[in-house]
Structures are given as structure tokens and as C-alpha cells.
């Protein structure tokens, strides 16, 4: 099954449990749960289901397009439903079988793994998802985030597409992955994957990113103060990248990276709370 | 007449470490509900599975008898709709009720009289009360605004007394429906569901029941196969079978080679790689003591297609993670393991303490104000400025648990000497209470010093434990360093070590009140150390000694093991006491020359006591103080007429207790 109509048939299944068919978020994100269909709408007590493809960029998991299992910039799939219903296990495992993976013959096992994500005050209650060895998905269950309980608690599914991709193709090398039958992952993506790691470990600015992260989080108070949420949210996230990028230079010492991230946390708890309190009202 | 109760309930995934807890939490809650409701029962059982919980209380009478009593009601000022209150919960009947006239007020009165109520009931309030507060580590929810803490779904519940199915106020939680439910477990004949019958139920399933079964059988098809491949599990791999056991309904095993690239790959590595990344098991060839195979459990029933996809799964995720592994040590080892050093000056540990490089620079300060442990200057120099190096590989920072062996590889790559390569491997040991310990001396050297430092720079800014949580190990700490003297015999004064240190941190202003600190937590840490071996009587009398003061922990542990070790102990307590308790505490010295012999016999024999320096002199020495306390107070009579030579006596008795207190602090023992 080529990566394309993977995408295509698990779209197809969520969309089949009342999910919101979404296009990908527009803004650097290192995982799909930042983005604020996720982030954000599970903030609120209203009921919400969708499943959006979302580009990752983690600039330190580069390798100059030399590993065959890691890149800076990758595919997640996230699937969110609010309330959390309560088949769950068996939702994943159907859609598995929309990808004509038969659970005969595979082994699936759920390896607890209870997640947190301390910049935006968010636990769950979490598992891995392994299929034959190989993790292919997360599955949480929110329970709080802006270190608020949340009302509703949500599931979320994320699936690792390149993962899901190399068992069904049976590739060992995620660039031998088939897009579609003329186009390997390789020959999309090589290119671009070495020069991310070029650019997050040699050839980025260090005092352009650092100005720029101010930058960033100087705008994300101001629009905060005027009430403009998901602008000053957006600005948190390009915060979040570029602080990333900093780190993969090499440049942050331990006490710098625990008060940058101090620093974007609060301001996320602080956008994320306002967020709840609008919504309520 | 007595009845069993069981409930079967289906999860969503409960974890080994939640399986465990609920072992736990059910019986031991359970327990005391049922008490609390004078209800007596059989035995309570709990069995688990990543998706069934099963609890049984047997032997449980179906009625409990309500004994009578005189019950008090409300004044008889409150009225006609209290009294009515009163009569309704009670259940009594009017005529029964009579007026007493008590010191404050006149009250109303009713006789219970003696009456049977089914158990049922309260058994379920018990069971519903017992599951909903099973502890859950991160005190989440599953359903809001609802008693649940546990965050695991409850899908279904079967609640059977006797044979009968009931109802619990489980919420959300679907009761047995017959067409529905899976759990229809029934006996044609008998009129109560044993665990046989469950089990057997579960059996039909595919599923264990019983975890200790499950390991059982998991070891049975291991032991099969090692045989007949000739390999075996390492000692320190053997305890991932329980936990598979935990994690599976019925574990089947799968072999699979490792590829012979592989194979040259450090074992160790090689070990921690399968069982963090792949949970795997790794298995030894007899012969070679090679590591060639690894083993998965799988919760399937193996078909050879099944059987080839989980091997070919698994492999090619542990290969990935090998060629990770093997690519991070190349690029690792392009530069020589000091390299790294400089990297530690931006390992910051503590605003106000500095980096790592700073930490390390302290200890080597130390080593050259002598503090070397016995070792040569020039080696524990080496091994320190080295052994934080590989926190700084590319290795250590996919592999955080292969700290300290990185930096023994990479050291024995550059040639430097065994002693230094062991005491990078070892300086992190012991990891915990029963990790191993250093087993060379430089590496006990690095470990201590890292440690002291560690400790006290934790101290200096106020990282010091709570009673409930010490997010900075430092009781862990405090007892590698107990376990580290006690193992090389390390006398080494630890109160000047740290000393030296804070100088070195510059916090010489607070220096006085770090101290302290570290006096009564090291004190605290070495009684919970010796605790489970020697009496507590024992152990305070030699800790609360002066010779504390300096911190040398193995001279404590000596006195506390030739203490509790010696024979005449017991009796020098009792004498100790005895004099106590004459009340010679401070007896001032008075002017009085004895003419009893008794008393000239004990002031004699007070004087020729030699001090010794060797601890099993010391103790037989003030032995004989002891008995020549109980000689005296058998035969002489303190309380004399005589007040000159009353004080006397007892200033005597003090002063023998001055000299036992010189060994150790007696007073504890009284």
C-alpha cells in the first residue's frame, strides 16, 4: 500500500466515526497534539472529534538524511475525540484493519506510557502502541491540560506514518518508503531532510534565533493582554520551534533550557486558561 | 449459613504496576470495611489480568444479626416530626418507646430488638467503596466529577452471590447481561462458584487467571527451548518474566536470533538495547557466552505466520536501534574521551553551584587536601576528571542508564589503565538499595567523593528531603555512601570532607548549619542502615555518641557491630541502668574517705580502669566496671543515713557511668 493511500484509508475511517477531516496545521509544531485542533478545542467542554495529517519538526532528531529511521521533520496522524468513548482499543484496532492489517498474524500490544507535557501544563493517561515490535501510534487520554482537569476527558491517537508505512511496505529504510508508484519517500524528502540538519545543527544564526525568541514571546504578551488568543497561542509555538532550534546548536546550558521553558510554559498556561475562560463564556 | 461472593469485572489495560497495586489495595480496604460491619468472612482473593479483575470473599454468612440494644432518641422538646424521624430510621414501634429524664433534659427512648439483615448489601457498599478508591499514582479520572481516581475504564461488571447475579452502583459500568457478557459462569449442580470453575472459565478464553500461573507457564516453555538450544537467561534478565507474566493473559515465548553483525557489540549494550527497546529478554549461549538469541513474549497463541512477523518485527526494530547505537559510537569516539570535559562547563548544576566541571574540579581540590582514600593521588585525579566525560556522548544521550559504562569503554578504547577504566564504570554504583556497591577501590574512591559532594552541594542550597519526598535522592545518597565505607572499610572522617567542600563552594558563612544537617541525616541514614540487624537500643547508644561528632561511619558501624556482637553488652546495659537509676546523674564529688570495704573495694577498682584504644579491650574493660557497679549495689546500701557518705556513693556511681559512657552513649538504653 503505497503512503499516499495509507493517509487516504485512515482519513476514510475516521471520517466514518463523525471525525473532522482536517488539512495540516500551517505553522512549525514538534507534535501533532500542539496544534491547536487539539491544543486548543480540547480546552473546552464541547464535544469535538476530528483527524488532521500534522508535519512534526524536532531539529535535534536530525541526521543529515543518513539514518534510515530518524528525521527533524516527519508525519504524524492525530486523531481526537472529546469524550473519550469508551471502545477505544477497539477503534485503533479497526482502523488497523482498514489498512487490511490482519491482527491473525501481527501482534499488537499496548505498553503503558502515561504522557505529559509540561509546556502546556497537559498529562494523560497514556499507552505505546506497538505492532510487531515497532511503535506506530500513542494513545492518550487527556486529563488535564493548562493544569486544569479537564471537563471532557479526550482520546487521542497518534499514529507515526513512516513507522505504519515501513511495516505495510515491508522497508527497512523510511526513505524507501513508496509515496505513490513513482515516488519513494527518499526522493520527496532526502533533499530537504539534509538540509534541516544542516541548517538546526551548523548553519542557523544563533543571535538571530535568539532575538527572534524574544521576539516571539514579546508578541505572544502583547496579544495576550488584548485578549487575541490564538494569535498569541501561534506566537507561543513559534517560540516552542525556535527554542528547538537553539537547542540543537548546541548553545542552551541546562539552567538556560529550564527557564526558557519555564518561560514558554507559563505563557501557554496563561493563553490556555483565558482560552477556557472565553469559551465558557 | 454462608455464601461466597465474586465479582468479575472487565478493564480497559491495567498495567503490571496497577495489577500489583490492586493486589494490594482490595484486600487490605476490603478487610476493614467488612469489620467495620462486624461482618465475618472466609478469605478474600484477588486475581488479575491486563484485562480482568476478579474478587471473592468467601464464606460469608448470608445474614448478619443485628443485636439488641437500647437506642437514644431525640428530646422530647423537639416534637412530634423529630420523634417521627426517629421511629422511621430506627424501625421500631411506638408503644416500645419510653421517656427518660436525663441531667439535660428529658429524652426519648427505644428498645432494637434483635434482627437479621442480608449481608448483601453491605457487601456490595463495600466492594463498590473499595474499588472506586484503589489508589492510582497520578490521581487522574476517568469519568468526571465521579469518586473514580483510577483512570481505567470499567467496561463490565459480573457480580455473583452465591449464584445469583446482582447489581453494583458501578458507574458506567455495563452489569452482566447474559447475551451480551462473556462472563456466564454457572455450575449445573452446585449451588456456589468456586475459583476451579473460574478459572476453568477463563481457561476456555485463552486466559490465565492467575498471575504466579502465569509465570509458571511462561518458565515452562523457556526452560523447554533453552535446553534444546542450549541457552540461558542471565540472573539480572530473570525478574522481566514476572513482568511479562503480569503484562500478557497467557505469555507465549518467541526466539530470535540476534544477526551476527550484532554480535561483536559490548554484551552489556548489547543486553540494556533488548530489553529497553524491544522489552525483550536476552538469552546467553551456554558454550560461547555469546549473546545470540532474544526472546519476546507475545500474548498471542503462535501461528507460524504470527510467529514469523514477530520475529521479523522485532529484529528489525532491535537492528535499527543497534545501528543507532553503532553510529553514536563512532562518532562518539572521533575525539578522546577528555575532550568531553570542556562540554561539562555548560552542564549546569545549580545556579549557585556551578557546572559539573565545577563540581569535579572541587573534588580533585579535595583530593589534593589530602582527602585521597587511600588511593594514589596521581590515578583518582585521572579517574575523577574522566568520569563525568561520557554525560556528554551522543551514546549517553540515547542511553542515560549506560552512564559511567560509555566512559569505561571509551577510556579502555584510549588506553588508559584497567584501575581508571573500572573506576569510571563504577563511580555512579551503588544506584540503589540493592545495587551492588564499587568493587575497586579507585572506583569506591570516585563514588564516595561523588557522592560527599553531591550531598553536601545539595545541602548547601537547600535540596534537602521532606519526610514524604526527596526529589533529590539524597537518602539514596546518604546510604551509597554508608554502603560504600562498610564494604571497602573506609574510616575516613566525612565531617572535614565536607568541610573542605563548602570552603570550595564558598559557602564557608553557612558552613555551621550544613553541618548540622549532615550530622543528624547521616546519623538518621546509618540507624535506618542498621535497623533490620542490630536492637535500636544498640544502635542510638553508639550513635548519639560524641564520636559522632567527626562523621566516621565505619568507626559508628564497628561500635554498633562489636556492641551487639559482644556478650557482656547485656550486662553493661543493666548496670549502666542500675546505677541510672539511683539518681547519679551530676552527683557532685564529695568529701568523704570510706572506711567500708565494699566501698574502698569500688573506688579501687574504678581507679585501675585502662582505656584502650582497641573497641573489644574497651568493652571488656568497662565489663568490668559493670560488674563491679552490680558487685557494689548487691552489697552496699546507697540511701546511707549518713548524707556525706550517701553523696559519696553516688558521685561513685556516676563516675562508673562516665567511664561506660566513654564507649558509647548508655543513656539511649534507658
Known amino acids: 500500500m503505497f503512503f499516499q493511500d495509507m493517509i487516504s484509508r485512515l482519513k476514510s475511517f475516521w471520517a466514518q466515526q463523525q471525525c473532522v477531516i482536517l488539512p495540516s496545521f500551517d505553522l512549525p509544531v514538534g507534535a501533532g497534539t500542539l496544534a491547536p485542533p487539539t491544543a486548543l478545542r480540547c480546552l473546552t467542554s464541547t464535544p469535538w472529534s476530528a483527524c488532521y495529517v500534522q508535519g512534526c519538526r524536532r531539529p535535534n532528531d536530525g541526521r543529515y538524511g543518513h539514518n534510515p529511521n530518524r528525521l527533524s521533520h516527519y508525519y504524524q496522524m492525530q486523531v481526537v475525540i472529546q469524550p473519550s468513548p469508551l471502545n477505544a482499543q477497539l477503534l485503533f484496532e479497526q ?91 527518499g526522493d520527496i524528502f532526502q533533499d530537504q531532510e539534509q538540509d534541516l540538519s544542516r541548517y538546526s545543527f551548523d548553519a542557523a544564526n544563533i543571535s538571530f534565533l535568539q532575538s527572534s525568541f524574544q521576539g516571539h514571546i514579546k508578541e505572544a504578551e502583547d496579544l495576550l493582554k488584548q485578549g487575541v488568543l490564538i494569535p498569541a497561542y501561534e506566537q507561543c509555538l513559534f517560540a516552542s520551534h525556535t527554542f528547538n532550534l537553539l537547542h540543537a546548536r548546541g548553545v542552551l546550558s541546562v539552567a538556560e533550557r529550564e527557564s526558557i521553558i519555564a518561560s514558554i510554559r507559563t505563557l501557554t498556561r496563561t493563553i490556555a486558561q483565558a482560552y477556557i475562560k472565553r469559551s465558557q463564556s | 449459613m454462608t455464601q461466597t461472593a465474586t465479582i468479575i469485572i472487565e478493564h480497559g489495560l491495567l498495567s503490571e504496576r496497577f495489577q ?106 463495600a466492594l463498590v467503596n473499595t474499588i472506586v478508591t484503589v489508589p492510582f499514582h497520578k490521581r487522574m479520572h476517568w ?20 449464584q445469583v447475579h446482582q447489581t453494583l452502583a458501578l458507574p458506567k459500568a455495563i452489569p452482566y447481561d447474559k447475551s451480551v457478557s462473556g462472563n456466564h459462569i454457572t455450575h449445573p449442580t452446585r449451588t456456589e462458584i468456586t475459583r476451579k470453575d473460574i478459572e476453568e472459565h477463563y481457561e476456555q478464553q485463552g486466559v490465565i487467571l492467575s498471575s504466579t500461573k502465569r509465570l509458571e507457564f511462561l518458565e515452562k516453555q523457556i526452560s ?33 536470533p540476534i544477526h551476527c553483525d550484532f554480535r561483536k557489540v559490548d554484551t552489556h549494550i548489547l543486553q540494556h538495547i533488548i530489553t529497553e527497546k524491544v522489552h525483550g529478554i536476552p538469552l546467553i549461549h551456554h558454550k560461547t557466552e ?105 551514546m549517553v544521550h540515547e542511553y542515560a542508564a549506560l552512564q559511567g559504562y560509555i566512559g ?48 553536601t ?18 537518602r539514596r545518597l546518604a546510604l551509597g555512601i554508608i554502603r560504600i565505607l562498610d564494604k571497602h572499610d573506609i574510616h575516613i572522617s566525612l565531617h572535614r570532607i565536607a568541610e573542605t567542600y563548602i570552603d570550595l563552594l564558598g559557602f564557608t558563612k553557612k558552613k555551621d548549619d550544613i553541618l548540622r544537617f549532615l550530622h543528624t541525616f547521616l ?30 561511619i565505619m568507626r559508628s558501624l564497628t561500635l554498633i557491630r562489636t556492641l551487639a556482637q559482644h556478650p557482656q553488652t547485656p550486662s553493661i546495659i543493666q548496670a549502666y541502668k542500675r546505677a541510672h537509676n539511683m539518681q547519679c546523674k551530676n552527683a557532685p564529688s564529695a568529701h568523704f574517705s570510706p572506711k567500708n570495704p565494699a566501698d574502698i573495694a569500688f573506688e579501687q577498682s574504678l581507679d585501675s580502669h585502662k582505656e584502650s584504644d582497641d573497641l573489644s579491650a574497651k568493652i571488656d574493660a568497662i565489663a568490668l566496671v559493670a560488674d563491679h557497679i552490680e558487685t557494689f549495689c548487691n552489697s552496699t546500701l546507697i540511701e546511707s543515713a549518713n548524707p556525706e557518705e550517701r553523696a559519696w556513693r553516688k558521685h561513685m556511681l556516676y563516675k562508673s557511668c562516665v567511664l561506660l559512657e566513654k564507649t558509647a552513649s548508655f543513656s539511649y538504653c534507658t
Not at chain 1, 113 to 127: F, R, T
Not at chain 2, 293 to 303: D, M, Q
Not at chain 2, 526 to 547: G, V
Open chain 2, 523 to 552: 546519623q538518621s541514614r546509618l540507624a535506618q542502615f542498621a535497623k533490620p540487624y542490630y536492637p535500636h537500643t544498640i544502635i542510638e547508644a553508639s550513635l548519639h555518641h560524641p564520636s559522632f561528632a567527626d562523621l566516621d
Open chain 2, 143 to 162: 469519568i468526571p466529577n465521579n469518586p473514580f481516581t483510577w483512570a481505567r475504564p470499567i467496561l463490565s461488571y459480573t457480580a455473583l452471590w452465591g
Open chain 2, 457 to 474: 552541594s545539595s545541602v548547601s542550597v537547600g535540596r534537602t528531603p521532606t519526610s514524604s519526598k526527596d526529589p533529590f535522592g539524597l
Open chain 1, 95 to 185: 482502523s488497523l484493519a482498514s489498512l487490511d492489517i490482519n491482527m491473525h498474524t501481527n501482534e499488537l500490544r499496548f505498553l503503558e506510557d502515561d504522557w505529559e507535557n509540561p509546556s502546556i501544563g497537559a498529562a494523560g493517561l497514556g499507552w505505546e502502541i506497538w505492532l510487531n515490535g515497532s511503535e506506530i501510534a500513542q494513545c492518550t487520554f487527556f486529563q488535564q491540560i493548562a493544569s486544569v482537569s479537564s471537563e471532557l476527558v479526550t482520546l487521542e491517537f497518534t499514529y507515526g506514518l513512516e513507522r505504519l508505512a515501513m511495516f505495510l511496505q515491508g522497508v527497512s529504510s523510511i526513505f524507501d518508503i513508496k509515496w505513490n508508484d513513482t515516488y519513494t519517500y
Open chain 2, 290 to 394: 555469546q549473546l545470540t538469541h532474544f526472546a519476546v513474549i507475545t500474548n498471542y497463541p503462535l501461528s507460524p505466520s504470527l510467529e514469523h512477523n514477530i520475529i521479523a518485527g522485532f529484529t528489525g526494530v532491535l537492528n535499527a536501534a543497534l545501528n543507532d547505537g553503532l553510529f553514536f559510537m563512532d562518532k562518539d569516539t572521533e575525539k578522546p574521551l577528555e575532550e568531553y570535559s570542556a562540554h561539562l562547563k555548560k552542564k549546569i548544576m545549580h545556579i549557585d553551584l556551578g557546572s559539573v566541571w565545577d563540581h569535579v574540579d572541587r573534588l580533585k581540590a579535595c583530593v589534593e587536601s589530602g582527602y585521597t582514600l587511600g588511593e594514589r593521588t596521581q590515578s583518582l585525579t585521572e579517574a575523577l576528571s574522566l568520569m563525568k566525560c561520557d554525560m556528554e556522548t551522543q
Open chain 2, 20 to 125: 500489583r497495586t490492586l493486589a494490594e489495595h482490595i484486600p487490605t480496604h476490603l478487610k476493614r470495611l467488612l469489620a467495620k460491619n462486624s461482618l465475618e468472612f472466609g478469605q478474600i482473593s484477588v486475581f488479575t489480568t491486563p484485562h480482568n479483575l476478579v474478587i471473592r470473599i468467601t464464606q460469608c454468612p448470608t445474614e448478619i444479626i443485628i443485636k439488641q440494644k437500647k437506642l437514644k432518641g431525640p428530646s422530647v422538646k423537639e416534637g412530634e416530626e423529630a420523634l417521627n424521624e426517629f421511629i422511621k430510621t430506627t424501625n421500631c414501634s411506638r408503644d416500645s418507646l419510653i421517656q427518660k429524664d436525663l441531667p439535660h433534659g428529658s429524652f426519648w427512648f427505644a428498645d432494637q430488638k434483635e434482627s437479621a439483615q442480608s449481608t448483601w448489601p453491605i457487601l456490595a457498599d
Open chain 2, 408 to 455: 569505561h569503554l571509551y577510556a579502555i578504547k584510549q588506553k588508559h589503565s584497567f584501575e581508571v577504566c573500572e573506576a569510571i564504570k563504577e563511580h555512579l554504583l551503588p544506584l540503589g538499595p540493592h545495587s551492588p556497591t564499587p568493587s575497586s577501590r579507585l572506583g569506591a574512591a570516585c563514588a564516595l567523593l561523588d557522592k560527599i559532594g553531591m550531598l
Open chain 2, 224 to 256: 523447554k527451548i533453552l535446553i534444546k538450544e542450549q541457552l540461558t537467561v542471565p540472573s539480572h534478565a530473570k525478574h522481566l518474566l514476572e513482568k511479562h507474566a503480569f503484562n500478557t493473559q497467557k505469555p507465549y515465548m518467541v526466539l530470535s
